[in-house]
C-alpha cells in the first residue's frame, strides 16, 4: 500500500529514511562527492554506483592469476570454469527464472544479435518483427539489421507500435491489437521492458501472451528493466531476453548482459544458435572434440571463454541484490517514487512548469522518472548540477520543442527519501525568483 499524503518537510523525508529496511545497503556503495559533499545520485538507470566490495572481488581473481596462473581454472575457492555458476542462482532470482534459464556473457546489443539467431527466423510468410517506436538506439539498428541480413526490407517487416495522437505511452490495447492484426506475419514481437526515455514499463505477460497466440516468439530487452521492477519470466512463458549489468544491476561500465532463455527452448537441440566451445559441455570441452553438446539450459549459448575480470564485479553485485531481495527493493521503489512524483506534482500545482512523461500508474513505472521542460530545460539542469545533482539530459525527440528531458532515477538500493527531498529543493529554489 503506498502513502499518497506525503508531507514536503526534511523531518517526513527523514523518518522514511528511519523506517527504510534497506537502509544499510547505502553504505555499501561508494557515492561519488560534490564539493567535499555526497553527490545527489540520480543516474542509477545510466550507470549503477560501485559496490565497496568490488575491489576486493577483482582483487581476489588478480591473486588467483598471480598465485595460481592456468591452474585458476580448476583451483581456488571459485574455479574460473565454473564462473558463470556462481551468478545463474542470484540472477535468476532478479528476473523471475529458473537458475538454469540465465546466463552471463559477452554484452547486451551483442546477445541481442545471438539471441535472434535462433528466435528470429524469417520465412516468406512469417517475417514481420513487432516493437516499440522509440526503442533504443542500439535495438534499432540491431533489429533492422537482421531483417536486411535475412533478405527483407526493415521499412516493411518491422512494425512499430506508436502511442495514439497527443499521448505519450503505449497503450497496451494497442500493442495487443497490432500483434493480432499482424500475427499470421509475424516471427518475433520484441520489446523493451521499461522504456528508456519515458520509462514506461510495458505489460510483458500480456505482449507474451498475444505473441504466443499469434504463434510468434516474444523475447525482451529488459536494460531499463532488471533490478528495476519485479518480473517473473519464466512464469509469464517469454522465450528469451537480455539486459546489460551496468544499469541498475551496479557491475561496471560495459559489464557483462545477461541473458534468459526459457527452459522449454533451453534443451531443444533443434533450436539453430551460434556456437563456440564455452557452450560445449564442461566435461568435454576440453576433450577438443568435433561434435558440439551444449550445455543444457541459457549456457548452452555461451560461445567465448568467460571474462573473468568482468564477471568478478557482477558476481559482487550480485550478492547484494541477494541479499535485498527485489521484493523489498520494489517495495522501496515505489515509495520513493511515489514520494517524488508527490513533490514534482506540488511544484508543479504553484504553477505549470514540466511535464511527467513517465506513466502515473504504479504497474507502468520502475524508478524513473522522466521530466519534460520546454524552452529552460537545460538552465535547470545546469543548476541541479551545479548544486551537485547527478541526473540526466536528453534532447526531446518526441515534441521537437527544442525542450529536453531529465530523467531521474532514484535506485532503492542507494538511494534516501531525504535525497528525494533535497532535490525537489533544488528545483524549487530554481523556481523562485529572488528577491
Ligand atoms: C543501455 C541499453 C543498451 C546498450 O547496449 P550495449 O550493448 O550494452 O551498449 C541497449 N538497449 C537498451 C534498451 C538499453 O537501455
Given at each position: ?129 513487432i516493437m516499440e517506436a522509440g526503442a ?23 512494425v512499430e507500435v506508436q502511442p ?6 503505449l497503450r497496451t490495447?494497442d500493442i495487443l491489437q497490432t500483434i493480432?492484426?499482424n ?6 514481437v520484441?520489446f ?10 510495458f505489460?510483458?505477460?500480456?505482449i ?228
Amino acid at each position: 500500500m503506498l502513502k499518497t499524503d506525503h508531507q514536503s518537510s526534511l523531518a517526513y523525508a527523514r523518518a522514511l529514511d528511519e523506517k527504510d529496511q534497506l537502509a544499510e545497503f547505502r553504505s555499501a556503495y561508494h557515492i561519488p562527492a560534490h564539493g567535499g559533499n555526497p553527490a545527489i545520485y540520480l543516474c542509477g538507470n545510466s550507470l549503477g554506483l560501485q559496490p565497496k566490495a568490488t575491489a576486493g572481488a577483482l582483487e581476489e581473481e588478480l591473486r588467483q592469476w598471480q598465485e595460481k596462473a592456468v591452474e585458476g581454472w580448476f583451483e581456488g575457492d571459485r574455479p574460473w570454469l565454473s564462473y558463470h555458476k556462481y551468478l545463474q542462482a542470484p540472477l535468476s532470482g532478479v528476473v523471475g527464472a529458473e537458475t538454469e534459464e540465465v546466463i552471463v556473457m559477452n554484452t547486451l546489443t551483442v546477445n541481442l544479435h545471438l539471441l535472434m539467431v535462433s528466435f528470429y527466423r524469417p520465412t516468406s510468410r512469417r517475417y514481420k518483427i513487432i516493437m516499440e517506436a522509440g526503442a533504443f538506439p542500439s535495438d534499432q539498428y540491431a533489429l533492422a539489421s537482421q531483417v536486411r541480413f535475412h533478405g527483407y526490407d526493415p521499412q516493411e517487416a518491422i512494425v512499430e507500435v506508436q502511442p495514439r495522437a497527443g499521448e505519450i505511452h503505449l497503450r497496451t490495447e494497442d500493442i495487443l491489437q497490432t500483434i493480432d492484426q499482424n500475427g499470421a506475419e509475424t516471427a518475433l514481437v520484441l520489446f523493451g521492458g521499461v522504456n528508456y526515455y519515458t520509462g514506461q514499463y510495458f505489460d510483458l505477460p500480456a505482449i507474451t501472451e498475444a505473441a504466443h497466440r499469434a504463434g510468434a516468439y516474444a523475447g525482451f530487452d529488459l536494460a531499463h528493466a532488471a533490478g528495476n521492477v519485479p518480473m517473473q519470466l519464466h512464469d509469464w512463458k517469454v522465450d528469451f531476453a537480455v539486459w546489460c549489468s551496468y544499469k541498475y544491476l551496479n557491475s561496471g561500465p560495459g559489464g557483462p548482459s545477461g541473458a534468459f532463455i526459457h527452459a522449454r527452448h533451453g534443451n531443444d537441440p533443434d533450436l539453430p544458435r551460434f556456437a563456440g566451445w564455452w557452450g560445449q559441455k564442461e566435461e568435454e570441452r576440453f576433450l577438443m572434440q568435433k561434435t558440439f553438446h551444449p550445455i543444457p539450459g541459457a549456457a548452452g549459448w555461451q560461445i567465448s571463454t568467460v571474462p573473468i575480470m568482468s564477471m568478478a564485479p557482477h558476481r559482487i553485485s550480485l550478492e547484494l541484490f541477494d541479499r535485498a531481495g527485489m521484493d523489498r527493493l520494489h517495495a522501496k521503489s515505489e515509495l520513493l517514487t511515489d514520494y517524488l512524483s508527490w513533490q514534482l506534482d506540488r511544484l508543479n500545482r504553484q504553477e505549470h512548469r514540466f511535464q511527467i512523461l513517465t506513466p502515473s500508474e504504479l504497474s507502468a513505472r520502475g524508478s524513473q522518472l522522466s521530466i519534460y521542460l520546454e524552452k529552460e530545460g537545460k538552465n535547470l539542469f545546469d543548476h541541479l548540477s551545479r548544486h551537485g545533482v547527478i541526473c540526466d539530459w536528453r534532447e526531446d525527440n518526441l515534441f521537437h520543442s527544442g525542450g529536453g528531458v531529465i530523467r531521474v532515477a532514484p535506485t532503492a538500493m542507494y538511494n534516501t527519501f531525504e535525497e528525494i527531498y533535497q532535490f525537489t529543493n533544488l528545483l524549487e529554489q530554481y523556481y523562485t525568483p529572488k528577491s
